[in-house]
């Protein structure tokens, strides 16, 4: 007999509108890029060029549609069973702590395997076109992505027995597999090829990542391999990835049992009834001690910003000023090592390095700070309770943005140490330094607005933060996975035309990073960033007004 | 009812959702220092008529106004006349209870001195003091409700509408709530108050406003509603031993059936409790012409231990309102159908 957890989740997740929408835009958008790229000419490419660039579009489209589309699943699947009590019910019936697992992750791979065979169709007319080797190319090309599939599946369901709500399920499920799809090619590129055991474990995190892999099979030299050829990075992708999931599964199978609700809320014990010594050492450790009793909130101040920093976890301000410190220390190592020659990088990449680190921070801190904005509140019963005080829609939005933009600033501000340090060491880039803070701003108030209103149309704040991530991710990573296409398959007008949807180009533009030098994105770029917000900050602004009004 | 100073009012209150009438001409006022105790199915329109008391929906038709201020156009005025508590708690993550209530102070624009004043104030009204520095969302059901009132009462509005207080509390929570209201109420604050607990209601309103499918059915203060709807009184004759029971019932049924008032047609109610030794039956007759049945049980020989009538509480009055109202709109469709019908041929 069928597992019925398998025929729950699969049928429940099948059953879901968001489902049935990931499904049709997969197969419609790889049927377009498919199509857009399909040879109109009567030539015959015997060297099967052209079909490899159809095969690149293709090969990265569907990393980033596994990387946006595949951890929401997992990531609220444990969450809101255990919240909605049935996850109690489940491990009180005589299935297996095992078999409901493997219900679960089955439900979701399922669904998950739909989504590979959605590109099926597309994959099939790249192959037709000749040049690309079924095994070599597509079959590994599969390969990989099925993996990675396990792999997310399981990060997140082990996310998401952690979890308190489905809404921080999503957030730290998108943030973990940011950092893994991009944070672990960091260090690789500190030690290239040097040898020693840096550089071997460095290496092995590089593998992390699924791009290096899937570079290779597209025939681009790997990321982080910073133009030294690596040896095939295949093999040891799949080794870290099934270790990986093994652990991931082991690690979440062995906390279903009373340890998923054994779960003791602190009550809140406040520094102010502590002894001196320890209210003195929480001062020397928090700076700003989050248990310490807060005075009322200031007259000048806007009570929902307020509430918005207090009811936060990570939005406390001692979460803040950590946060805050990390970027002032790395972006001053960044630029202390190129100043002092440790690594062989010119001051242009130190800086789009510190560049492309922000915009990742950005894009990975404002929809989890924006996306439950109103959604949050109308989950949580707080929108009538807010409509009920004589505070305007007007202010209770300001408030709520400015929580986030303040956030935003102080980060940015964060690494204008290293910025300092780069003017220092070239005193001419002090203009550029300035355009690309501009650009970093224009990024952060367009990430804000596209976050914040993507994030007022639902209801649910799980939902409403899994669509903003994938909102705010495609956005910012589209217009870089175009570039990666550069020369082929995309002309340099269409790169520099995707370029222009995000500041973030026009920023590596300015700073003069390897491969960005030759478009020209200023003040364009400004002006797209500006007008995106207006438009996205409208529909905040119609949204609002929807909710607030009587019927 | 009082005669106290009227501070809520509907006249012909309506709101329709397309064809679905939520709420049916709904008029009545709650005086100064009175608890209504708003009663009503779920889907009965209680909901609705709260929701549109503190402006958070427009009713098609018909005004409503709480002390003088209209709760359509001035919402403004309203949400400072009235404290709200849902149904649902509404409670936000990592908030103690004093930035929480710190909170709704500053949204209610009261300074920041006042507000630390009015947190000791308003937690010590609710017995709550003690939650003062907790996390609101580590609260159990009972303390959480006490935050709510306490958070609605923040900024001393006249009128508190508390929907459901009572759900979900365990019997001490529960007791400890109806003091709570009984001293808001005393302190001259008029509460309306919705539940489904009746003999709750019951303990503490002096108004009581019974609605059923968006109709108000019965509006009073709780005397007169069991006075109209106590038109079958419910009696009890206790006997002494199991033998009697029988006997008794049939007399009891043929001396109904000789009264005049009683419908030859319809078989008088009456039960035979054997294991309780005990004869009940209903009737219309008012207390004058039942006691004449005692007499005549006790000539016939009858050994009665008590002869008494059994009290009709909220519960069954509501019961009653319902059916008789749900009946009414039955007789009534079918009358408009039958005209149609005629109408038609």
New interface residues.
Partial sequence: MINPVIQREFYGILRSQRAMAVLLCLTVVFSIAVLMRWPSDASVDLSGKQSLEVFRVFGYGLLAGVVFLVPAFPATSVVNEKNGGTLALLLNSPLSAFSIYFGKVSGVLLFSLLVLLSSLPASAACFAMGGIDLKSELGLLYLILSLLVIQYTTLGMLVSSYAQSADAGVRITYTAVLAMFFLTLVPAAFFPGTGGLMSTATGWLRNVSPVPAVMEIMGHSGVGSAGLKIASTTREFIVVTLLSSLVFAGITLSRFNYRIFDRSRAKGVITNDRGTLAQAARRVMYVVDPQRRKPGIPWYMNPVMVKEFRCRRFGRSQWLLRLISVCTVASMVVTFAAATSATSWGVETVGGLMVVLQVVLVVVLTPSLASGLISGERDGSGWELLRLTPLSSLKIVRGKILSVAWTLGLVLMATLPGYLIMILIQPAMWLQVNFVLICLVWTAIEALAVSAAVGSLFRTTAVSTTATYIAVIMLFLTPILVWLGRDAPFGHDTVQTALLATPVGAALNVIGAPGFESYDLLPQAWWVAGVVSVVMFTVLGIQVWRLTRAV | MSDSETVVETKALTKRYDNFTALDSLTMRVGKGEILGFIGPNGAGKTTTIRIL?????PTSGSAHIAGADC?HE??KI??L?G?M?D?????????V??YL????????I???Q??KRISEVLDITGATYMH???V??LSRGMQQRVAIA?TLMHDPQVLILDEPANGLDPQARIDMRVMLLRLAEMGKTLIVTSHILPELARICNVVAMITKGKLRAFGTLEDIMRDVQQRRTFEVMLISEEQVDRVGETVRCWLREQNGEPKVDAPEVTCAKAETMVRFSTHLNDREVAPLLTHLVNQGETIVQFREVATDLEDAFLSVANAGDQTDVATSAGTGMQMSGADA
């Fill in positions: 503190v402006g958070l929906s427009k359509l919402s403004r949400k400072r009235v709200y849902p649902d708690f509404g409670s936000y993550n990592n908030m103690r004093c930035e710190d909170f709704f102070g500053a949204a209610y624009g300074a920041r001195r507000r630390v520095d907790l996390f969302d580590a958070r």
